[in-house]
């Protein structure tokens, strides 16, 4: 951290991005890349994406004549959610009930493809410098016909761990952070928010239930309100760090679903991961290149450090705190 | 790669970099942030960074009280490698044998620093985009006292194919390769640039020696010499492909090191990955973030696609042509 930084920095933010705009695809009374017209929602609304990277018929490549060259058609959909009317506002700036909409929609969006695909991916791509080309709040839905990579790892680390502590591993994991306190963030009711004793990026969270929860829809209630309240308090906290707009990709992991819903999934713990780029100011970020790409993780600071600074900084969002 | 793009674009690049600054810490008679002073050196020159993330003597965290807090010191030392005594070229626009002095330095750092560590990484953060910070030619080489994790997931990879198929993977990647001929970019005696079949970055490649080769010392005079001219080829492709200076990391990989390197390791093949950002233009990137971080990697373009690219464009760098 002590390195001087004559590197890359970010362009600033667009400052004013206006209400509505009738050319932004994402927005209410729009039309789309496919000539459809959006309706004149005023909570959350769900699309097909124009672009999608998933297909439902997606070729299959044919059988392989070599154990190098292994390849499986990956069939599945791809949808956008829209979190609100307005272009101006992102999940901390909303209310309360306005981020339980939102709550809401994850988890019947969850149920509706969930029916069908084994793995549905929910995931908020947030900021340029995520990779995200329309500043109206919304988040993705992936639906894939396969586990992703990633998905199959946390499968085989929880149910190993599992078998081996007839427990599962991030119960017993937040039930510890909960004892050892130093990498806590949040703790509500029903949610625990913490830097998890493996983050690499700077200030990564994971956001977990308290209760043995496996998927979205399973949420009570009194969960879902805590829920959205929580995700203000640490959405804010992330504004607040370097006073901007705090860019991130986040998503939400839960049990496999599809035809195999059924099965003994009780390894499994519903969380989410929030990933953000930014390392020492809003235009300062971790550069995750050469040493990271080929060999392993390394991080500037300690998780210790970024859970102590997140957990200073004030619940009231820096563009709110005037009024 | 369809979609239209109103996201992030790349700020073009700073263009006029000095031939010699004497306040750059890179170059030839410079003064350091240790107060060191740089010699004139007029071909590599090899120093310790002065803000190593690895050090000799990390203290060891302590014996862990739970399975799910496993700690262990990481111990090493980081160095930084300067191609050549001007800040104003790059590895495509030096002279065959400037590059082959490189080489030649990459060798002897490895043997180096392979006698007392088994891992040593050498890469290169080519480029603001790829989080480096100062423009004068050169990479890095951090030695550590373990495997780091991909070098073990390469390590498990390759022992597993060697004991299944009796010869090793990328010995018979390479000749699968050869036969199907639609990833190769270039060819040469001794050496393969492809795209590999499992590329997630869209111009991502792999360089192989047809040798079977274990570490970066053991090339011969000849293989050395080659290796120097293709990967002027490659890099001048590279940069040919935007019409800028195409940023990357890049990084080699070779059986370990240290103590154990008397083993045997003929499993390994030594190889170096090509991993550039860039998707569209010199100033669109590909992100990898959203699905790519919490699912799986989804490419823009194939494989196939890339590799024909890369070898349509000419050898000669545009910057030169007029010549
Ligand atoms: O070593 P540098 O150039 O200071 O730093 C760069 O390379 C390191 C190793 O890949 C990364 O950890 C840093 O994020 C990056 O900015
Ligand atoms: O879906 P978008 O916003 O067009 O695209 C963004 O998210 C995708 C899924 O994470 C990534 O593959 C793209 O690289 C990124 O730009």
Redesign the pocket.
């Known amino acids: 951290m002590k390195?001087p930084w004559q590197?890359q920095v970010e362009p600033p933010l667009l400052k004013t991005v206006p209400r509505h705009d009738p050319h932004n695809p994402l927005c209410p009374g729009a039309t789309r890349a496919n000539g459809e017209v959006n309706p004149y929602y005023d909570g959350t609304f769900l699309f097909d994406n124009d672009f999608p990277a998933l297909q439902p018929d997606a070729p299959s490549p044919g059988p392989s004549d070599h154990p190098l060259f292994q390849a499986e058609a990956a069939r599945g959909v791809c949808k956008v959610m829209c979190f609100h009317p307005w272009s101006d506002v992102t999940l901390p700036l909303m209310s309360v009930p306005e981020i339980r909409t939102v709550v809401d929609a994850w988890a019947s969006v969850t149920e509706e493809l969930g029916a069908q695909y084994p793995w549905v991916q929910i995931f908020e791509n947030k900021g340029a410098m995520m990779g995200c080309s329309n500043p109206h709040p919304h988040c993705q839905v992936w639906a894939s016909s396969f586990l992703p990579d990633i998905a199959q790892r946390e499968e085989r680390s929880q149910r190993a761990y599992q078998s081996q502590h007839g427990e599962p591993l991030l119960m017993e994991y937040g039930h510890q952070e909960l004892l050892r306190r130093e990498r806590l963030v949040l703790t509500s009711e029903h949610w625990l928010v913490l830097v998890p004793f493996w983050a690499v990026w700077p200030f990564q969270t994971l956001l977990l239930p308290r209760r043995h929860v496996r998927r979205l829809p399973e949420l009570t209630p009194a969960e879902r309100d805590d829920l959205a309240c929580i995700m203000k308090k640490l959405l804010t906290k992330y504004d607040n760090l370097f006073e901007t707009s705090f860019p991130y990709s986040m998503g939400w992991h839960g049990a496999p679903t599809g035809s195999e819903a059924g099965a003994n999934w009780d390894h499994w713990q519903l969380h989410a991961h929030y990933y953000p780029p930014l390392l020492r100011s809003a235009t300062i970020r971790?550069?995750m290149?050469?040493?990271?790409m080929l060999a392993q993780a390394?991080r500037d600071l300690t998780p210790e450090q970024a859970a102590e600074r997140l957990r200073m900084l004030p619940e009231v969002h820096y563009c709110l705190g005037q009024k």
């Open positions: 390195r590197g971790k550069f290149v050469g040493y990271e390394q």
